[in-house]
């Protein structure tokens, strides 16, 4: 088989990136070598391409700092601006090594990259079909079958890999033309981890059978990826007919308007959308026997990878599990600033106070903010009688879980306001502090 022509792949890059800026995840192996390699020459032909690289020392093996060092003089050969990141991975029991370790480096590479930067990484056709596979044995649906997009658009940055297009065999035929220096990482011919026995057992029986599969499993898995994107161009059509009545939330009486296949796909768009993994099918399964057909005003909940599904009257809400607050924390507040409550991720301006900041500051009051702990009553304006906030919250429909989280704000011992639903009249403040 010929070389692959570098400069092909190099145009598709191109044409295919919003910048010229690149940064390479560079871990010294033969892919990523080869990607960075053939990048450092096209940036000698187009001067307008710049090429940062980023290792990512994981520390799951003995040789990794060696192997910082080889990458870090591979990227100075080149002229390249190179940096290392290390990593701390903390293993939960039954969490899997090679997931951990992924997520850990593409929240590094979200760290480390700049404005306008593309994240190259050095996947390839054999990756591709590699992939599949391990998504069939793993019952994966349409998302995990489509495998590994050429290009994806994430929030903070675009992500492409260039290689796609090629084998392992091109690439290995670069590199020995090149003569260029690989690491070999032992850990990939451990055939206790799925990819390797695939790799090492399986894939080279099935090529030697069909020398062309991987090119064939990636066609099929282009057609996949057109089945889901076409698939989920008609939910995005139909979703405003299934909002909820609060941001962010699905309405269950639309839901079960439409058939169960339907309902599923409309989840999981919905989970998607919200930044949310997709839960397994067993998840899914309870997610409708425990919450959407929860008996009427229960307030189920499920709960996934920091993933909680809840629901409220006719609303499904999907929130990550809110930090723990004890009903005991309580935050002094000078009021001629604002005030920064980090476990509830809000800031309180003076100016939500309304005519009462002027009489506090005036008075000198000492103001704090606090929390639910039950039996809290309070005055509101243009009101006769308190009322007990228990109540004030279910009359605003606020979901039971937000409840607790609500800044409840004391002038001394007396509640004066809970935020976005109850503030005392001015002349009750002054009546009960003089």
């Not at 990826?225 to 059509?237: F, G, P």
Request: with cysteine.
């Amino acid at each position: 088989m010929a070389i692959f022509d570098s400069q092909t792949v190099v145009n598709k890059l191109l044409d295919a990136a919003p910048s010229k800026q690149f940064l390479i995840g560079y871990s010294g192996g033969l892919d990523s070598h080869v990607l960075l390699h053939f990048l450092s020459q096209a940036r000698n032909l187009t001067p307008s391409i710049t090429v940062r690289s980023l290792y990512v020392d994981h520390g799951l093996q003995a040789e990794s700092q060696q192997w910082a060092t080889h990458c870090q003089t591979i990227a100075d050969s080149l002229n390249i601006d190179h940096q290392t990141t290390q990593l701390n991975l903390q293993l939960q029991s039954g969490e899997s090594v090679e997931a951990v370790a992924r997520n850990a480096r593409y929240q590094a590479f979200s760290d480390s990259i700049q404005t306008n930067e593309i994240l190259l990484t050095a996947q390839h056709q054999d990756d591709q079909a590699e992939t599949l596979l391990l998504q069939l044995m793993r019952g994966a649906g349409l998302d995990g079958l489509s495998a590994m997009p050429y290009r994806k658009e994430l929030e903070a940055y675009t992500h492409i890999r260039p290689l796609l297009d090629l084998t392992r065999k091109q690439l290995e035929e670069y590199a020995n033309k090149f003569q260029l220096d690989c690491i070999t990482d032992p850990s990939n011919t451990d055939t206790r981890f799925d990819r390797n026995f695939l790799r090492q057992k399986i894939f080279p029986a099935l090529q030697e059978r069909w020398p062309t599969i991987s090119n064939t499993i990636m066609r099929s898995a282009s057609h996949l990826s057109e089945s889901r994107t076409l698939l989920e161009d008609y939910i995005q059509l139909d979703m405003p007919t299934f909002r909820g009545t609060r941001t962010n939330t699905l309405s269950i009486q639309a839901l079960q308007t439409t058939s169960i296949n339907k309902q599923k796909a409309i989840i999981r768009y919905w989970i998607k959308e919200q930044g949310f993994l997709t839960p397994s099918s067993s998840k899914l399964t309870h997610l409708f026997s425990d919450v959407i057909n929860a008996k009427e005003g229960s307030t189920p909940l499920l709960e996934w990878k920091n993933t909680e599904i809840r629901r409220f009257q006719d609303d499904l809400h999907i929130i990550n599990p809110p930090p723990k607050l004890s009903t005991n924390t309580c935050f002094e507040w000078d009021i001629q600033g604002n005030l920064t409550i980090p476990p509830i991720a809000k800031t309180l301006s003076p100016t939500s106070l309304g005519d009462l900041e002027e009489v506090l500051l005036k008075q000198n009051f000492p103001v704090t903010v606090r929390f639910r702990q039950g039996g809290e009553r309070i005055k509101a304006r243009r009101q006769e009688h308190s009322q007990s906030v228990k109540k004030l919250l279910q009359a605003a429909n606020v979901p039971p879980w937000e409840r607790s989280r609500i800044p409840m704000i004391y002038a001394g011992e007396q509640l004066i306001q809970v935020v976005g639903i109850a503030t005392i009249d001015k002349r009750d403040l002054l009546d009960e502090t003089h």
